[in-house]
């Protein structure tokens, strides 16, 4: 038996089932026998791919993005640069790769990562050229504007499930049956953050709650209203929650989220709707499909431009990596991209307030 699922039986044998955040808490990030804690789990041989890790376009875009808001914004003399949950630090390398050439970007920005795993962390070091100060949490930030990028960050975070029943909810908890993890609902409760949630669901219905990717928002858009700056939160999910999103993948495959604790990466669909309350004051742009705004910042341009130094495998593998960052069948309409700015400043570039 693996020893996070020795951990877990003997707490809910001991405290009884636990919330589905709890779960997805230690499954992900125990400090011992987590998943990001443990491993480094991108690319072909692991167990997901990522944007950064399909194509450096999708990092110097952003990087540009933020660039922009920066020349927008007066070009403050020092902000921080900013990134939650890096991985493996690639998109944050290709940002400074594409920002070299706006005069006075990078000797005014100081680099800052939010990062829980020490492998990871590890990585970044290896990835990312220069100075980084390296953060557990986004409390930690020092004050100062804030430019910031999360991609595939708010979807690791716990979420609680709750299935209406009646006018209340009864949440979604792992318990024990015949010493196997399995899902199961908890007695009724009535969540006042879901009471307008009875409008527009019906018996049986799921919806999720993500609290701390609500206080991660929280924190960042009060920074960036009273400090200034932006942020661009990319990941999958929609203006709302509705239905069961709570989702393993092991190997590039789906698998069921209770049968390996630590082995496989959990993860849910983002609230964005939840994120941009909770960013208030900072003001939020229009939720914008990945593949829409990748083009509206020049991908197509940025390309092409590439394209006419590769051939044959690399020329295939460049077009299918534009294909994969953009097309409505894969990252391009699954994913979206939020941005937070503040008040009296332009949304960034790419997307519409
Ligand atoms: N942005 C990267 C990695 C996405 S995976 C990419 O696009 O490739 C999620 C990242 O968030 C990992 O680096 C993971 O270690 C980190 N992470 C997950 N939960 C976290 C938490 N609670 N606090 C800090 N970092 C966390």
Redesign the pocket.
Known sequence: MSGLRAHLLARIAEAGPMSVADYMAAC??HPEFGY?ATRDP?GPGGDFV????VSQMFGELLGLCLAQVWLDQGRPVRFLLA??????G??MADVLRATRGVPGFQGAAEVHL????AV?RAAQRRTIAGDVIWH??VESLPEGPLYLL????FD??PIRQFQRSGDGWRERVVGLSDDRLTLGLGGPVAPPALAERLADTREGDIVETCG?GEAVAAEIGARIAAQGGAALIVDYGDWRSLGDTFQAVKGHVPVDPMAEPGAADLTAHVDFAALARAAAPALHTRLTPQGIFLERLGIAARAEVLARNLSGRALESHLAAYQRLTGAEEMGTLFKVLGLYPEGAAPPPGLEP
């Open positions: 992900l990030m990001y991108f990522t944007a950064p890790e990134e939650l949950g890096p991985g493996r690639t998109l939010v990062e829980g795993s990871l557990d949490r999360a991609n595939e960050f690791a975070l701390p």
